[in-house]
């Protein structure tokens, strides 16, 4: 692990004590600074207090306020990562929290090398220092911009909006790939690390955000287009721009 991995601080909440104290000690034995709490309480509170905390791991069904609500709260206020653990029976579960600005799941029961692997995944697409395009620090299309350093969206009227790290990922990898198509295990692939299932819907609840995001019509996308049978293609020209 790289030193800059080491000073990572990850914020887990779980009511399950057990689940809770693995963690922690399992991501500690890995060189990450852990902070965990029984519920979503004190949240907002401690990414007041502690600014570093770089990624969340919240658990969906706790009593009280649920993961959910924590979710939309943290979002709000904040782009801090947060990768939701559900019930592995619960498919719901997995495209809300993604619809409402989660960056990754792990279904429960699950093995902490896995969530390892999807913490660090995550952490690499939302570092500031990730390796972005040659091109320069925005790249224009269809009227559109993305700041590849502040890692923001530029609407055509000049407004910026702050994108999650899964959004950004995702735009990225269209804008480097421009009319090509790319189907879903190869968007799931580039982007999480992992191959799609057939009823993995991820990605789908991810391009339905991202088209959101661009003012696109649903049932008539112009920029990021539905390629039936094939996947997604990015149909516009690229160009660096300032």
């Known amino acids: 692990m790289t030193s800059a991995e080491q000073s990572k601080q990850i914020l887990i909440v779980d009511d399950d004590r057990e689940i809770r104290e693995l963690l922690e000690s399992y991501l500690q034995k890995n060189g990450y ?9 004190r949240v907002s509170e401690y990414l007041q207090a502690d600014p570093c905390i770089d990624l969340i791991v ?3 069904m706790m009593p009280g306020e649920d993961g959910f609500s924590v ?9 801090t990562p947060i990768i939701m653990l559900t019930a592995s029976a ?7 929290g993604l ?3 989660a960056d990754d799941y792990v279904a429960k029961p699950f093995n902490p090398r896995e969530l390892l692997a999807r913490i660090k995944a ?3 697409r939302s570092s500031p220092t990730s390796a972005g395009p040659a091109k320069g620090r925005f790249l224009c299309f269809a009227n559109w911009r993305l700041d590849t350093v502040n890692r923001d969206l530029i609407d055509p009227q000049g407004v910026v909006m702050p994108l999650s790290g899964a959004d950004y990922s995702l735009l990225l990898l269209f804008l480097q790939h421009p009319n090509q198509v790319l189907s879903r295990d190869d968007l799931l692939g580039l982007t999480r690390g992992r191959e799609a299932s057939p009823y993995d819907r991820s990605i789908d609840v991810q391009l339905s955000r991202l088209r959101q995001r661009l003012g696109e019509d649903a049932k008539d996308p112009h920029i990021i287009k539905t390629v039936r049978g094939a996947g997604y293609v990015l149909a516009a020209e690229v160009e660096p721009g300032q």
């Open 33 to 41: 600074r852990v902070v965990a709490l029984e519920d979503g309480t």
């Open 58 to 60: 919240l658990d969906v």
């Open 71 to 79: 979710c939309r709260r943290v979002r709000a206020e904040s782009e």
């Open 90 to 96: 619960e498919e719901t579960d997995r495209i809300v």
């Open 99 to 101: 619809e409402i600005g």
């Open 122 to 124: 995550v952490l690499r």
